[in-house]
């Protein structure tokens, strides 16, 4: 018998945000995309010469053509640059058009998951078919900007860690587990900055995020901190030292660097011996981290003139050497899939996640990619909305950003509503949702 699911969000529900997403921001992103190479004009000729004005014209016409397809709702077409996944790509093509009675999706017709993933990957191909230019990242100036113009909070934030890591070894619980609180609860608020929420305006953290969090906690829908803390203490005190945590990442700039102080703080505190981060294998929703971007984001703090960012930034180099961080890029994390199917698209990945003991999803298309960014009723338990997905004990740290959301009590939809009717979508409102481990 097969289950029966709420619909997939789409564009064709006209009052969606899906809908504003593909109509409006989409074609945004690609025009800003283009003006962004367009601006590298100079260094790319200095560089590479004619090879490269070739290249940046190529690219800039396929993005041109592909801003074209989504405001016409073109049908979708394979993709052709025979790297990165392919023929992953194409087999998910036939298999909606099979699934569609043999209509071809298009940009306001089918999921949004997948068209909006699929936009991502076709400016990826436009970058992989090009002869000089392989590995630009189009978006690559403004994830540095974005770290740049938030150099405050992150030298706050930095110096608010550097103040009590040496305390934390020794410190009992009554004053340990506030500060346990604080840092989840600011590498959730990290989420609020992302660049493609904004449609690639800016989107940076420029006030103090400590003194932000009392301000922001009432904004907190669930928070299943309690659970996480029992659980991780459990586990700390009966695996004598070895415990690994998984971060998912988001995005680059200021949340990767609250990523990095909470990965800090549970290891120097002794809660965690290891930490694996999972950056983006190629450029993807504007702001997520790659791997060029998080060693990036290390040395700018190494070489900065602010003392915790600099002493941070050589610490944490030196984690990457001993193996207590670890970067591990899979190509899954750049598919349309939602993780429902990664134990069948992607076993082995499944698989080592299955060796964590708690993964962290960071963010709002992690929440939708585990949630399956479907209409669920807001009130659907979280783990009904994984459908099984639970390689291990696991925690979104999302703001909310599109309009899904599972897990409230009754009513809690209605008064978020009466604060502002776009609740689900301004990053204002958020969750810490956990899930234990499933017994064997
Ligand atoms: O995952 P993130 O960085 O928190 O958010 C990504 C995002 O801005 O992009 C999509 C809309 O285009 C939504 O999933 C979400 O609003
Ligand atoms: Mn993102």
Redesign the pocket.
């Known amino acids: 018998m097969t289950e029966k699911l709420p619909p997939s969000l789409s564009a064709k529900f006209k009052d969606s945000f899906a809908y504003e997403?593909i109509k409006d921001?989409?074609p945004v992103i690609l025009a800003k995309t283009v003006d962004a190479v367009h601006r590298l004009k100079n260094d790319i000729k200095e560089q590479h010469g004619e090879a490269g004005m070739e290249d940046l014209k190529s690219i800039n016409g396929k993005l041109s053509k592909l801003r074209n397809e989504v405001q016409t709702d073109k049908a979708i077409i394979p993709i052709h640059d025979g790297r990165l996944n392919f023929e992953v790509w194409n087999a998910y093509l036939e298999k909606i058009t099979c699934d569609n009675d043999g209509r071809t999706p298009s940009w306001f017709q089918d999921a949004w998951l997948y068209v909006?993933c699929y936009m991502y990957r076709r400016i990826q191909e436009a970058v992989e078919e090009c002869k000089v230019l392989k590995t630009l990242d189009p978006f690559q100036g403004q994830k540095d900007q974005a770290l740049l113009s938030s150099a405050d909070a992150v030298s706050i934030l930095m110096e608010f860690l550097e103040g009590i890591l040496g305390n934390l070894p020794s410190m009992d619980d009554s004053k340990f587990r506030p500060l346990f609180d604080q840092f989840f609860e600011l590498d959730l608020w990290g989420?609020k900055c992302?660049l493609?929420?904004s449609a690639g305006h800016d989107n940076f953290q420029t006030e103090s995020p400590i003194a932000m969090l009392d301000v922001f906690r009432s904004f907190l829908l669930v928070d299943n901190l309690n659970q996480m803390w029992d659980d991780l203490h459990k586990l700390n005190k009966r695996k004598d030292g070895s415990v690994r945590l998984d971060i998912v990442l988001?995005?680059a700039g200021f949340e990767l660097i609250s990523d990095m102080c909470l990965a800090e703080f549970l290891l120097t505190s002794k809660m965690v011996s290891e930490v694996h981060f999972h950056p983006k294998r190629f450029p993807w929703?504007v702001?997520?981290t790659t791997k060029k971007d998080f060693i990036w984001t290390l040395e700018t703090c190494r070489t900065s003139d602010n003392k915790a960012m600099a002493d941070f930034g050589q610490m944490w180099e030196e984690r990457l050497v001993d193996g207590s961080w670890i970067i591990k890029e899979h190509d899954f994390w750049t598919l349309p899939h939602d993780y429902h199917d990664m134990e069948t698209i992607a076993p082995d990945l499944y698989a080592d996640l299955s060796k964590s003991d708690l993964i962290l999803f960071k963010?709002?298309?992690?929440y939708?990619k585990l949630v399956g960014d479907r209409n669920w009723p807001h009130t659907t338990p979280f783990d009904v909305a994984l459908r099984g997905f639970r390689p291990s004990a696991l925690c979104a740290l999302?703001?909310l950003?599109?309009d899904v959301v599972v897990g409230l009590l009754e009513g809690q939809d209605r008064v978020a509503c009466k604060h502002t009717a776009r609740w689900m979508?301004t990053g204002e409102f958020a969750v810490i949702q956990y899930c234990e481990k499933k017994s064997q």
């Open positions: 997403t921001r989409l909006e989420n992302d493609s929420i988001d995005n929703f702001s997520d963010g709002d298309l992690n939708r999302r703001t950003k599109a979508v």
